[in-house]
């Protein structure tokens, strides 16, 4: 079930579970007390009957008894004078124990054989039945013998009445919400260290979370503050470090550059160019690969369709083979200035290593989730599946055309790569069938919102 995948589902199962469970233990316990109460005050009840119809049958007078058994109250007891079924001894049973036990050795009381037709009988749904019972004999002191047709209590049934399962019904909503409560107030501060995490990957100037809550809590929200605020620090370095050595390696770069005009020998001449140019080049993406994991830049509303006509209209006019096929008014939360290196990267690879860039966009679903999906393809001899995972590691470059000789660093993956994930998307590389290669970009739909 998806609610026991998440860490809430889970302790709200597991609360209802343990609740529910000591719920019918209790109840249980409960009813079994409450029927082993009644039911020892039945039998005590109907053994003070029994001795209170055997005690005043004994004081009155022979020829008064008839009178008293005819005009008395049943209690559940059918008395009648016999002489000859005490003769005989049977075994006594517990309640003739009890009976003898509470009369005294001063009365006989023996347990004789009970003949069913001789029961009491009940009505139940337009039938008569016969309800269990037990034969006593007892002797009074004149030596007359009495039998006694006793009716043994029934057990005690639970109160299944309406009322009763109305009030277990609110009590098991009342313990579902009781566990719905406390599952989600013990998850909460996880659920939104976790948003803050997911937030910290594409923002990390993100606003720390508040230190609030329980001790454990506070301690971990310090941790995760004190983490955000090392990686903010060490990121605002290195970027500052490599546009210092940018920065301060450009004017000499330039000078070597104008030095290198003067040099009488033009083959040697181009290729000190040749090597100049390739390092700046280097230079370059290497701080942009720093500015891809700077995530100053605020995110805006950004028309996606806009933004990749403008892409492929530049490359166009740069003499690039470019497609754009558009789906028009999908708006993305985004930076504009980082997504559109990202989608630059990509095309120039694709032109680069595969002579033309075929740009499409189309609404996807990736894990059961709706996403805005950029496809780039073309027409190269795409990557080995072993690759496609190392292409993402900076400088990583193939041994084929896909290599610094046809003027590839090893950084725009890398940086594109960056790029998505600060906008909580990805790259997926996959082959076509016919040849060449689909990089795709993959947005996550709750970034961007539709207006069709």
Known sequence: MKILSSMWGRVFAVLMIGMLSSTALTGWLAFGEREK???????????????????????????????????????????????????????????????????????????????????PRQSKDNNVIRLPCETLGIVLHDGTALRLVVTPPRLVQPPLNSDFIQYIALFLVSIAVLAYAIAKMAMRPLQQMAEAATALGQDINSPALPETGTSEIVQATCAFNAMQGRIRHHISQRTHMLAAITHDLQTPLTRLRLRLEKVNDSELRDKLIGDLSAMQMMIREGLDLARSMDSSEALRPLDIDSLLDSVCSDAIEAGQNVTFTGIPGITVLARPQALRRCLTNLIDNAVKYGQYAKVSMSMAKDDSEDVLKVSICDGGPGIPVEFQKKVFEPFFRMETSRSRESGGTGLGLTIAQNIAQQHGGKLQLANLPESGLEVSLILPIQATSSKV
Request: with cysteine.
């Open 37 to 119: 109460t009644l039911m020892d005050y039945r039998v005590t009840h109907y053994i003070e009957r029994t001795e209170q119809m055997a005690r005043a049958l004994d004081v009155l007078p022979t020829a008064s008894r008839e009178s008293f058994l005819a005009t008395a109250p049943p209690m559940g007891l059918q008395v009648a004078s016999t002489a000859a079924e005490t003769n005989n001894i049977y075994p006594e049973s517990d309640y003739a124990k009890a009976v003898s036990e509470k009369l005294g050795k001063s009365f006989h009381v023996t347990s004789i054989p009970t003949d069913p037709n001789k029961c």
